[in-house]
């Protein structure tokens, strides 16, 4: 057995020792559920030693009880919990799921939904935004949704199904990931549908990347441009918003991120070589 799945086997068993559920211990650290699933799984190539402690203090034991000996990454445990600094003193990149990582597909999705129902799509597309920020936001559910949907399109509608058929990757934004972690620390924050993310990395459609960090909306309850979501990221990323870049589409969680005092940069997925020109050009980092 590799030391990724020995791990994974180890915290499982500790988790349900506690009488714990994957969503009980993700409520309890703030961690997202797909990567504590994917750490659980082995498929995080030795998870930062930062995240093992948040999940050994959260069961109550020391990282050397919990661990038997299995060694997380080893990580920068100076104050800043970083790999370099860029020019402007970026040390942590957040991407922007829909949008940046992927090419969003709502209209996409609308219009298969539109062929098999028979409903036009602008119908469609109305009743999905007049609930998305709710389920985003996970105080509705998606089976709630679903049942909505249905109701409205006379059958039977699992949202994420349609959607999955329709995103795809944006393309060059893998190697740029890629790139980016390899130099600083790197964390999705995103407005998102629960259930989502987990089937997007195992198909491919998310970057096969390590994230340090991701913030799902439906698993905190707080959307982009709330000021409460950028609050929850930089917490969680341990350093301050002037050392944060979040790499957005929508120019209200720019402007937001702004105010809080991150550093920005817009992304446009339909014409992405230039995006992601100055997003590497502006991340070099101070020492090259």
């Keep these: 057995m590799s030391e990724e799945k020995r791990l994974g086997h180890v915290l499982q068993l500790a988790r349900k020792k506690a009488g714990l559920t994957q969503q009980n211990l993700c409520e309890k650290t703030g961690m997202s559920l797909s990567t504590l699933a994917k750490i659980e799984r082995g498929a995080i190539g030795s998870p930062s030693v930062f995240t093992i402690l948040q999940i050994a203090q959260t069961l109550g034991r020391s990282m050397d009880e919990l661990l038997g000996?299995?060694?997380?990454?080893?990580?920068?445990?100076?104050?800043?919990?970083?790999?370099?600094?860029?020019?402007?003193?970026?040390?942590?990149?957040?991407?922007?799921?829909?949008?940046?990582?992927?090419?969003?597909?709502?209209s996409k999705a609308c219009m298969k939904l539109a062929e098999e129902s028979g409903v036009t799509p602008d119908v469609i597309e109305t009743i999905f935004w007049q609930y998305n920020s709710d389920v985003c936001r996970g105080s509705m559910s998606l089976d709630e949704f679903n049942t909505i949907l249905a109701e409205r399109l006379d059958m039977l509608v699992d949202w994420n199904r349609y959607y999955l058929m329709a995103v795809e990757p944006t393309p060059g934004i893998s190697e740029l990931v890629e790139w980016a972690g390899e130099n600083y620390r790197v964390g999705v924050v995103t407005n998102t549908f629960?259930?989502?993310?987990?089937?997007?990395?195992?198909?491919?459609?998310?970057?096969?990347?390590?994230?340090?960090?991701?913030?799902?909306?439906?698993?905190?309850?707080?959307?982009?441009?709330?000021?409460?979501?950028?609050?929850?990221?930089?917490?969680?990323?341990?350093?301050?918003?002037?050392?944060?870049?979040?790499?957005?589409?929508?120019?209200?969680?720019?402007?937001?991120?702004?105010?809080?005092?991150?550093?920005?940069?817009?992304?446009?997925?339909?014409?992405?070589?230039?995006?992601?020109?100055?997003i590497s050009t502006a991340l070099q980092p101070a020492d090259s």
């Design 69 to 106: 000996g299995v060694e997380p990454r080893k990580s920068n445990t100076s104050g800043t919990i970083s790999k370099k600094v860029s020019r402007s003193g970026v040390r942590f990149v957040y991407f922007d799921m829909n949008g940046v990582l992927v090419r969003a597909a709502v």
């Design 194 to 278: 629960p259930g989502l993310i987990e089937p997007m990395f195992e198909r491919g459609i998310l970057p096969n990347s390590h994230f340090d960090l991701i913030i799902d909306s439906s698993e905190v309850h707080a959307l982009k441009p709330d000021a409460r979501m950028f609050e929850i990221a930089a917490e969680r990323a341990g350093i301050s918003p002037a050392e944060i870049l979040l790499v957005d589409d929508d120019r209200l969680n720019l402007a937001a991120a702004g105010q809080f005092g991150w550093h920005t940069m817009g992304f446009d997925a339909y014409q992405p070589e230039t995006s992601i020109v100055a």
